[in-house]
């Protein structure tokens, strides 16, 4: 097991060998080689930073260059073979098209000012440059020629588009009807708007609703934030409510179907032996009706008695959960960190994408037309290296800065749970942040790295997709589909997967593949409360969320009351519950992270300890009624994988009492009691 990637690097695989789950002192780094590969990665992200700012010239981004190469407002450096490179433009800080329509294909020179005045053929422009200095022509073009040139896109003179009074747009001359283009665009779309009274009203009443609206937003913070600290309260009644009304719904209805398939059965036969067809048709189908609905009342019934105590199980989490919460408030703030480094990286990244988009070596190539060398940057490979190498960085890193926070909180919840002294806890969140990154910074890198690798072809995938739509390969199309939503599925399992490792390896110390391969046991052998969790839990949160809403809204109608010029009351009230209901959405995310990493400390505390006075639990006293049928699965599925060896190494047999409950035996009846057959039956006479 030395070499297995998924083997305990301590060599605990069986309980009586288990290490003891508290934060231990003598934790070691994990995953050390995937820590060096990533900040090596980030080393690498500094050199293509630093490469796109040394080489990236942002200067023609900002002011502008023509087509040999100048930059406007700058002196420039002489490229060789270009005859009209090397300019000194600082008098010239505009960039001019000579067709502003085709500005891809045009001729762009440098200008002292953009056209004014009525500039209409080739002696206006003559006397344009001989009053404000500005030629509007080719450099190597005199002044006096003016009247005799061509007019055309690729010089020597502009077209008529171009020569319209123009102003300065980021030191580019762009034509005042050019911009009366946009402007005309926009009075379209408005005078659309406008024409629908409906909508003018409704953008009336939320403009002067926008202050009540902000601070009814302000309230729903305040809904969610009581909501998240409740809700475990109310968990428990939600649950016997819905049970109730499923239950009496499903066999309300189907005792309905019955007496109406028996009533119209009856009147059936009241028309002897002339039934018609479509009487026949109709008690037939109420007899289907009947014999489907009374099938799923039955599967109803023992679903709800097959799942009654794992059901009671996440009601239960639920509560724990909100204790939790209760002690570490701080934690439900931890999206907003996450936000504001996500919203750092990605701004450093755009910077960095922006240097790297004006990098590339000028070349020079002949147009054909007036035979004079011009200057285009192309982007060599290496730069297209960069490109890639950058936005593999922006997918990786954005990974860890979520899988940093997932971290935290599973670690936070870890430490609440194995405190057992609850009453004197204290905060954990910058303690956790130190563990991670001075022990377990390579084991979150790696979880981080997988989501990427499913998430690059993934990008890819929909590419091609948005290139192929208007392919006729309806195959092709379909089987890109269905990839795309395979990798998808992949990429919410994994993350899920991860999410419980993290908090296996704040347990533990122990590296990433061994942290998964034990959450994903655990989760396995716990399939159906994994599910009950995730249905009940999900349902409840969705009905805090609407709560939330509700509220909101609520106290809205006494805050619009006061603005008495609405025109549909209700269109700022349902903004703001929308408003709500995702401020909600934020706060009970950290809810639901918090149940998952509770159900893997649970299944943790019962794996390790079995209650005993040598080994109590950890686990609160609600939770205590769950603990045998924990202990006979999930611990059983961990455990059965290092029996064997584990049993090899163990002491002479020692023969327990019948009937020893380990939970409340006393410390020398412990071992024998671990020991015994009934509770390893599988394990040979000779391993015994």
Known sequence: ???????????????????????????????????????????????????????????????????????????????????????????????????????????????????????????????????????????????????????????PCPERDSLHDSTPVFNRCIPDNVKELGKSFLETALEILNSNQYITKIVADLYMARWAILGMCGLAFVFALAMVFLIR??????????????????????????????????????????????????????????????????????????????????????????????????????????????????????????????????????????????????????????????????????????????????????????????????????????????????????????????????????????????SESELVRFMLKCLSCCLWCLEKFLKFLNANAYTVIAIEGKHFCFSAKRAFMILVSNALRVAAINCVGDFVLFLGKLGVAGLTALSGILILEAIDDLNYFAVPLLAAAIFAFLIACAFFSIYEMTIDSLLICFCEDTRVNDGSPAKPYFMESGLMRFVNEFVSNSSKAIDDEGAAAASAAAPAPVTAKEGVDVRYAAPEEVEPALQSEKLYPDLKDEDK
């Open 1 to 155: 097991m030395g070499c297995d990637c998924l083997a305990d690097p301590d060599g605990y695989d069986a309980t009586d060998g288990a290490p003891p789950l508290s934060k231990s002192e003598d934790r070691s780094c994990t995953d050390c080689l995937c820590a060096i590969l990533f900040l090596v990665f980030l080393v690498g992200m500094g050199v293509v930073a630093g490469f796109a700012i040394a080489a990236g010239s942002v200067q023609r981004v900002v002011y502008g260059y023509d087509s040999y190469g100048n930059i406007c407002g700058m002196k420039n450096e002489k490229y060789p073979g270009v005859e009209l490179s090397g300019m000194d433009m600082t008098d010239m800080p505009y960039v001019f098209f000579m067709n502003i329509l085709d500005p891809d294909d045009s001729i762009e020179i440098c200008v002292k000012k953009c056209p004014t005045g009525n500039i209409t053929n080739l002696e206006d422009i003559k006397a344009f440059a001989e009053e404000s200095g500005s030629k509007l022509c080719s450099y190597n073009t005199p002044i006096e020629d003016y009247p005799t040139s061509k007019q055309d896109e690729l010089g």
């Open 233 to 470: 309260f109310v968990a428990s009644f939600i649950v016997w409510i819905i049970y109730a009304v499923a239950i009496g719904s499903s066999g309300a209805v189907t005792v309905l179907l019955w007496y109406t398939y028996v009533q119209r059965k009856k009147d059936m036969e009241g028309f002897g032996e002339m039934v018609p067809d479509s009487i026949k048709e109709d008690v037939r189908a109420f007899l289907i009706y009947s014999i489907i609905a009374t099938v799923f009342f039955v599967v109803l019934l023992l679903v709800i008695l097959v799942m009654r105590k794992r059901v009671a199980f996440a009601v239960e989490l639920l509560n724990q959960a909100g204790k939790g919460l209760i002690a570490m408030p701080l934690l439900l703030i931890q999206p907003v960190w996450t936000f504001i480094a996500l919203l750092l990286f990605f701004a450093y990244w755009c910077v960095v994408m922006l240097f790297l988009s004006v990098t590339g070596k000028p070349i020079q190539y002949n147009n054909t037309i007036n035979g004079e060398m011009h200057v285009e940057y192309q982007e060599g490979e290496l730069i297209s290296y960069f490109w890639w190498y950058h936005v593999i960085g922006l997918i990786w890193i954005a990974e860890f800065i979520l899988a940093c926070q997932q971290f935290v909180i599973g670690a936070c919840v870890a430490d609440w749970y194995f405190t057992r002294d609850k009453k004197s806890f204290s905060s954990p969140i910058l303690r956790n942040i130190g563990y991670l990154i001075r022990y377990h910074f390579g084991s979150v890198a790696f979880g981080s790295f997988i989501i990427t690798l499913v998430k690059i072809p993934r990008a890819i995938l929909m590419y091609m997709q948005s290139k192929m739509k208007g």
